[in-house]
Nanobody, 125 residues
Framework: QVQLVESGGGWVQAGGSLKLSCTISGRPLNTTRLAWYRQLPGKQRELVAT????????KYDDSVKGRFTISRDNAKETVYLQMNSLTPEDTGVYYC??????????????????WGRGTQVTVSS
């Protein structure tokens, strides 16, 4: 079973930056898309960014495009999320996972999928 451990969250002022990391074990990564999700207060978990197995293709939600960058290091079994120009609206818990696209829909592996504990990001105004 896949294990996911997110880290790097914290408190930052608006306009600041954070870099999140997530180590993934239990699944070969060089053939798997990776993703970052977030759960904002009072809302459902939402997809933030995805990256192809070798890192050549990335996709972002419109709300973070131009500010966040997803990257990966398969040798380290780690996916990253560099977050710049943070706003209070980015406050939430951030999670990583593995999955694939079915058409335009990203499907997380597992039935039900496993999730890590996430890492809290708090942006103050």
């Amino acid at each position: 079973q896949v294990q996911l451990v997110e880290s790097g969250g914290g408190w930052v002022q608006a306009g600041g930056s954070l870099k999140l990391s997530c180590t993934i074990s239990g699944r070969p990564l060089n053939t798997t898309r990776l993703a970052w999700y977030r759960q904002l207060p009072g809302k459902q978990r939402e997809l933030v960014a995805t990256i192809s197995p070798l890192g050549f293709t990335t996709k972002y939600d419109d709300s973070v495009k131009g500010r966040f960058t997803i990257s990966r290091d398969n040798a380290k079994e780690t996916v990253y999320l560099q977050m710049n120009s943070l706003t209070p609206e980015d406050t939430g818990v951030y999670y990583c996972n593995t999955g694939y696209y079915s058409g335009t829909y990203f499907v997380v592996h597992g039935a039900p999928p496993s999730w890590g504990r996430g890492t809290q990001v708090t942006v103050s105004s």
